[in-house]
């Protein structure tokens, strides 16, 4: 009897030959002597990858801390290196490398004009603290990863003027678009073409040459942006052939429905234009060149408005009325006008009037409280010239009704302007070194003094006077004010809390400054001092070729120098708000003596040529001929 198949057999040794690697049994027991070398090289590897690690994180703490508060190693600032050098370090080297290249001179070409152009001469500069900032934060950890393969450039933060002052010749190539425009003369309609405009930038064009500068260069071109007008030659010579239906005929004016005149043909023509609207050229009526023409067709219809004054009498203050005013829209007339003449009916425009509001209100002077005079000072021309009186009264008249608000600072200077022949100032006389010269504007310095003499009265708070150099005897001791357009000022600030009304005037022989406003309780005390540091006159010889041969003669008699001092004390309720000394240091005037042909100073003195402008007393006539 057969027994039951149970698999083939094999020993061990075959199966250990025919069986893969892969599926080979573990032994359970028994030493493994070839497995364990490879284990303990596994296990050294494995120390080895991590001990690198470990060290290339400690190389790049390293590195990060030598340069941790410095420039990431490899950045460079328009080819200057800065890399690894503190900030302070770095802005020095950027100031010794690119500085000197702002020196250079760069030829710019804009368009086709040409010139030659120094950027630091233009005031173009490097902001190297916001150059170095910029350079700190870029590439610090990857130039720590890769110290010797990484590498940055920025540009240096650069600095440009709002208004460059960039050559002249470069500024002519900016030129705006110039819109077509159509015209009819005699009947005849003609079209001026348009033309294109051109924009630059000074900025642009200093900031191109700087760059230029800092990288070597020594040419750069820069190209204008060219505009293009608002109305093109093409439009407007579409829409010109309606530019003779509106100066066909006349165009009535009615107000209220009441003819008040009527444009003629000519005014017509002279306001023909084109204009743009909503995206189509349209023929228009120019307001600017038509508002004359209606303006006189309505006459007194039209009415400035007139602000709300004050009336005074010496004391007392009070509200004179303002008045609205009545006026027409020029764009809005010079529409209607355009309707009547196109619209084929009978050329008939209604214009509306509008009223107009004063710029100060009656209501708004009545609330300021303006009721009395609360300082005022008068002072003496003396001997003045025509000349002399007429700009005085000039200049009253510029400051009278002049409001100075609450905690406003009112300046001489400019609520006066410019003494100018352009503004009707005559030439005068003014004392320059004790001798009457030529002087545009003379009798500025007695206008302010009279003012200030009242704000100083007031208690105002002066915050910018000058003395005389030397004394003049019709002001009061120290407390007169020399001012001049290009140095000094008379300023003070109104700290009263109330509006102050400024009246002035002035004749032949006086001028008055009051001042009004609301009552108040301010007092006010002067103490001056007695004179002190006198300083005795010394005496002066001028050539005079016209005065008598051989003679000496007292020309001004020498007025001695001194200091004073002026206290004011400012009381409001009677507690005292402010207390300030005012100084004056004048000088001494010299005695003048004029030399004749011939005669010389006694002692060590010597002759002195007269300034320029001096005219000499004597008359070329009174000259006696020399024997």
Not at 52 to 64: K, N
Not at 366 to 389: C, K, P, W
Not at 481 to 495: E, I, K, Q, Y
Request: proline share 8%; glycine share 8%.
């Amino acid at each position: 009897m057969r027994k039951p198949f149970q698999g083939y057999h094999r020993s061990p040794e075959t199966m250990a030959k025919t069986t893969p690697a892969r599926t080979r049994p573990r032994p359970t027991s028994g030493p493994d002597r070839r497995r364990r070398p490879a284990s303990r090289r596994n296990t050294r590897i494995r120390q080895i990858v991590v001990l690198g690690l470990v060290a290339l994180v400690a190389l790049i703490a390293v590195r990060g801390l030598m340069y941790r508060g410095d420039v990431a190693p490899g950045v460079e600032v328009a080819g200057v290196a800065i890399g690894g050098l503190s900030p302070d370090a770095a802005k020095e080297r950027l100031r010794a490398e690119l500085g000197p290249r702002l020196g250079a001179t760069v030829s710019v070409a804009v368009d086709r004009q040409k010139a030659q152009m120094v950027p630091a001469e233009l005031d173009a500069r490097i902001d190297y603290t916001r150059t170095v900032d910029e350079a700190m934060r870029i590439g610090r950890l990857r130039s720590i990863l890769l110290p010797f393969a990484y590498s940055a450039s920025i540009d240096p933060t650069i600095t440009i003027p709002p208004r460059p002052r960039i050559p002249a010749n470069l500024r002519l190539v900016a030129a705006p678009a110039r819109s077509a425009k159509v015209r009819i003369d005699d009947g005849k309609v003609s079209v001026s073409p348009a033309r294109n405009g051109h924009e630059i930038s000074a900025r642009g064009i200093l900031l191109a040459a700087t760059r230029a500068a800092l990288a070597g260069e020594r040419r750069v071109r820069i190209e204008s942006r060219i505009t293009k007008p608002a109305i093109s030659t093409e439009e407007a010579r579409s829409a010109a052939n309606r530019a003779l239906e509106i100066a066909s005929a006349p165009v009535a004016l009615n107000v209220d429905g009441r003819r008040v005149g009527a444009l003629s043909t000519a005014a017509l023509e002279n306001a023909v234009t084109v204009r743009n609207e909503d995206g189509e050229p349209t023929i228009a009526l120019s307001p600017k060149a038509l508002a004359p023409a209606i303006a006189e067709q309505l006459g007194d219809l039209l009415r400035n408005p007139v602000n709300a004054m004050w009336d005074t009498n010496g004391e007392r203050a009070w509200v004179i009325p303002g008045r609205k005013g009545r006026a027409f829209d020029p764009r809005t007339a010079a529409d209607a006008v355009r309707a009547a003449a196109l619209g084929g009916g009978a050329r008939q425009a209604e214009i509306a009037l509008n009223a107009v509001d004063p710029g100060r209100s009656t209501e708004e002077a009545e609330s300021y409280g303006i009721t009395q005079r609360v300082s005022g000072a008068v002072t003496e021309l003396g001997d003045s010239s025509e000349n002399r009186t007429h700009n005085v009264a000039l200049m009253t008249g510029i400051l009278d009704n002049r409001l100075v608000m609450p905690g406003e600072t009112f300046s001489f200077n400019e609520a006066v302007g410019p003494r100018t022949p352009e503004r009707g100032f005559l030439e005068g006389r003014s004392i320059v070194a004790g001798l009457l010269l030529p002087s545009i504007g003379g009798g500025v310095c007695q206008v302010a003094t009279t003012l200030f003499d009242a704000a100083f009265d007031l208690g105002l708070q002066i915050n910018e006077r000058t003395n005389h150099s030397f004394y003049i005897y019709h002001y009061r001791d120290g407390l007169d004010a020399a001012v001049s357009w290009d140095g000094p000022d008379l300023r003070f600030t109104n700290d009263t809390g109330h509006p102050v009304l400024i009246r002035a005037a002035a004749d032949s022989s006086t001028m008055i400054v009051n001042l009004y406003s609301a009552p108040s309780d301010r007092t006010v005390e002067t103490i001056t001092s007695e004179r002190y540091a006198i300083e005795k006159p010394k005496d002066r010889y001028l050539a005079d070729p016209y005065a008598p041969p051989g003679k000496i003669i007292e020309y001004t008699e020498g007025q001695e120098g001194f200091s004073v001092d002026v206290t004011r004390i400012v009381r409001q309720n009677g507690e005292v708000v402010s207390e300030a000394v005012f100084p004056s240091k004048y000088v001494p005037e010299a005695t003048t003596f004029l030399v004749g042909p011939g005669a010389f100073p006694p002692g060590d003195n010597v002759t002195e040529e007269p300034p320029f402008g001096w005219e000499s007393p004597y008359s070329p006539v009174d000259i006696a001929p020399l024997s």
